[in-house]
């Protein structure tokens, strides 16, 4: 089991920047392949970033990808979203997640395929 809790979210004027935090408890944090997932209103849950759990691998959604960077501190237990040049449509509830791959090199973007869901931060970008 592993616990997640996300936290950094808030309200941002375009072109600003946000950094997610997303602290694991409980198993040993460095065999999860870690993501985040993204769900705006009226939307379904949407893939943003995810890495593989040895680090070797790592995988962004077009809409984000060299805006945003993924990243972990084994030491802390922690993963961080880092968004830049945000943007409205970006405005969403921001979700951490933990899989338990079979490969060490697996990056899966698919929501069904997280074991773990820490409780969301919202993020809300201006115009």
């Known amino acids: 089991q592993v616990q997640l809790v996300e936290s950094g979210g808030g309200l941002v004027q375009a072109g600003g920047s946000l950094r997610l935090s997303c602290a694991a408890s409980?198993?040993?944090?460095?065999?999860?392949?870690m993501g985040w997932f993204r769900q705006a209103p009226g939307k379904e849950r949407e893939f943003v970033a995810a890495f593989s759990w040895n680090g070797r691998n790592v995988y962004y959604a077009d809409s984000v990808k060299g805006r945003f960077t993924i990243s972990r501190d084994s030491a802390k237990k922690t993963v961080y979203l880092q968004m830049n040049s945000l943007k409205p449509e970006d405005t969403a509830v921001y979700y951490c997640?933990?899989?338990?791959?079979?490969?060490?090199?697996?990056?899966?973007?698919?929501?069904?395929?997280?074991?773990?869901w820490g409780q969301g931060t919202q993020v809300t970008v201006s115009s």
């Open positions: 997640a933990a899989d338990t791959p079979s490969s060490a090199y697996y990056v899966g973007s698919d929501d069904a395929e997280y074991d773990y």
């Open positions: 409980g198993r040993t944090f460095s065999n999860y392949a």
